[in-house]
């Protein structure tokens, strides 16, 4: 022994990702490495067709890669994807609920699935609705609701047994300014409460105002990541918007896959 303390182990990554790998007709995903701190906020961009929805798929376990590994705060998300989905939410582009119950039977549901304690499951259920303005309907079966109302009450859904990593496929397509705001602000909260947020947008002005880091995809790779200042200095200029960074990304063909 060299009269050293040893070094503590350090906390494992809310995500890692280590070559993944999926394929449909053609690769979708291609050996994509990924590692996203406890805490973080952030956002996986890229476009139409760059693999994003089907990486955030694998993660959830709603479908399996062809290779690499997925942990979720060390869980092997691939060999116990039971507990892995016990910490994590999934919000698809489209919410998915059960038409004929109102939002506080399905969010009493869902939490139910997750085996919350029927008590605090009421409780949860009812701040969630309380902070998402949806009080005058909770009674009201949601299969007369708008996108954006279905939109809130999905949310509320994924969040009920608060996991600690949520993912997010455009939450904010079709959701009014009122709505969009809500939504940002609970998801904001969650972060500063120590949740971990992965969420894909192609409103670039909210990923910019939002995220911690930001990663961009392209053809399954990832091609471009780090905060905005490390996005400006690595692709564009000290005046540069994401949308600048974004489209100097994108539209290099010849673009390495990040370090």
């Known amino acids: 022994m060299d009269g050293r303390e040893p070094v503590a182990n350090a906390a494992p990554a809310a995500l890692q990702l280590s070559g993944v790998t999926k394929t449909f007709t053609k690769r979708a995903v291609d050996n994509l490495n990924l590692t996203i701190q406890p805490g973080e906020f952030y956002a996986l961009l890229g476009p139409n067709g760059a693999g994003k929805t089907t990486t955030l798929r694998m993660i959830a376990g709603l479908m399996k890669p062809d290779a690499g ?21 999934w919000l698809p582009d489209e ?8 939002p506080l039977e399905y969010l009493e549901f869902i939490a139910g699935l997750w085996e919350v304690e029927p008590a605090l499951a009421q ?21 007369g609701f708008s996108r954006g109302m279905k939109q809130k009450v999905a949310l509320a859904g994924a969040l009920v047994h608060e996991p600690r990593l949520i993912m997010l496929d455009e939450p904010l397509t079709g959701l009014d300014a009122a709505i969009a705001r ?21 409103i670039l002005e909210v990923a910019e105002r939002l995220s911690n880091r930001i990663g961009i995809v392209k053809n399954g790779r990832l091609v471009g990541e780090g905060t905005m200042d ?9 005046g540069s918007s994401l949308e600048d960074v974004f489209l100097a990304v994108t539209a290099n063909d010849t673009a390495k896959e990040a370090a």
């Open 230 to 238: 490390e996005l400006r200095t690595r692709f564009g200029g000290s």
């Open 123 to 143: 409780k949860r259920s009812a701040e969630l609705i309380e902070i998402l303005e949806l009080g005058p309907h909770r009674h009201t079966r949601c299969e």
């Open 69 to 89: 590994r997925i942990s979720i705060f060390g869980i092997d998300a691939l060999a116990d994807p039971i507990a892995a989905k016990r910490i994590t939410a």
């Open 95 to 102: 919410p998915m609920l059960y038409d004929k119950l109102t």
């Open 182 to 202: 809500q939504v940002k602000d609970l998801l904001a909260a969650r972060v500063k409460a120590g949740a971990t947020i992965i969420l894909t947008t192609h």
